[in-house]
């Protein structure tokens, strides 16, 4: 089975700076995809970013990027110039290439901005 | 406007009485499934369900039921509440459960069972 760690139950940064989070996932597979979903307080689940395991490019959407160290299985979310608006839980998770069908997530990380 | 629509938003039961918690979505996605999320546990899968008629379990299955007799509606039934299910609960598709589909979720009921 997989396992998806995130080590970092909370976080706080304040306005405008940066944060990392972490997230490590242990598997065999070796094609797969990973995703960062944020649950703001209204709970809703959001999709932030996704990276496909084969591209060694790492994925950037706007303020929000990722660190993904395969061999490490790692695959940390960098936030830029952090808003008021960013403050939320944040869920790493990890999906098979075939047959994905499950998603595994972490426990999540509850990052605060602080202004 | 596309979307997965859950009902109801909260839900307040007692032990034994039979719930359905219904969810329809409008992106005519194949994949559908439900997550239960309790804090310091993160998300995990009850049952999913890759197409019409073809349901499966997911990590935690026990005291819950799904059907897909339609390839919008994927209902999560709960014949015999307990209060261990107390939780907060997401319905999600994706497009397919293969290649990487990003998962399109609800907007969560909050199920009290007392």
């Known amino acids: 089975a997989q396992t998806v760690t995130q080590s970092q139950p909370e976080m706080s940064v304040q306005e405008a700076e940066t944060v990392t989070l972490s997230c490590t996932y242990d598997?065999?597979?070796?094609?797969?995809?990973l995703f960062w979903y944020k649950q703001p307080p209204s709970r809703q689940m959001i999709l932030v970013i996704r990276?496909?395991?084969?591209?060694?490019q790492n994925a950037t959407e706007n303020r929000f990027s990722v660190n993904f160290q395969k061999a490490a299985k790692s695959f940390s979310l960098k936030i830029s110039d952090s808003q008021l608006g960013d403050t939320a839980m944040y869920f790493c998770?990890?999906?098979?290439?075939?047959?994905?069908?499950?998603?595994?997530f972490g426990t999540g990380t509850s990052l605060t901005v602080i202004p | 406007e596309a979307q997965v629509t859950q009902n109801p938003r909260y839900l307040i039961t007692v032990t034994g009485k039979k719930l359905t918690v219904t969810c329809s979505q409008n992106?005519?996605?194949?994949?559908m499934s439900w997550y239960r999320q309790d804090p310091g546990l993160g998300l995990r899968q009850i049952y999913y369900?890759?197409?019409?008629?073809?349901?499966d379990k997911g990590d935690v299955p026990e005291g819950y039921k799904v059907s897909r007799k339609e390839k919008r509606n994927f209902p999560l039934i709960l014949e015999s509440p307990s209060p261990n299910q107390t939780s907060l609960y997401f319905c999600?598709?994706?497009?397919?459960?293969?290649?990487?589909?990003?998962?399109?979720f609800g907007n969560g009921t909050r199920l009290t069972v007392t």
């Open positions: 598997t065999s597979e070796n094609n797969y995809y």
């Open positions: 998770a990890f999906m098979k290439s075939i047959t994905g069908n499950q998603f595994y």
């Open positions: 992106m005519n996605h194949e994949y």
């Open positions: 990276q496909e395991a084969y591209k060694q």
């Open positions: 999600a598709s994706s497009l397919s459960g293969d290649f990487g589909s990003p998962l399109h």
């Open positions: 369900s890759m197409n019409v008629e073809v349901t």
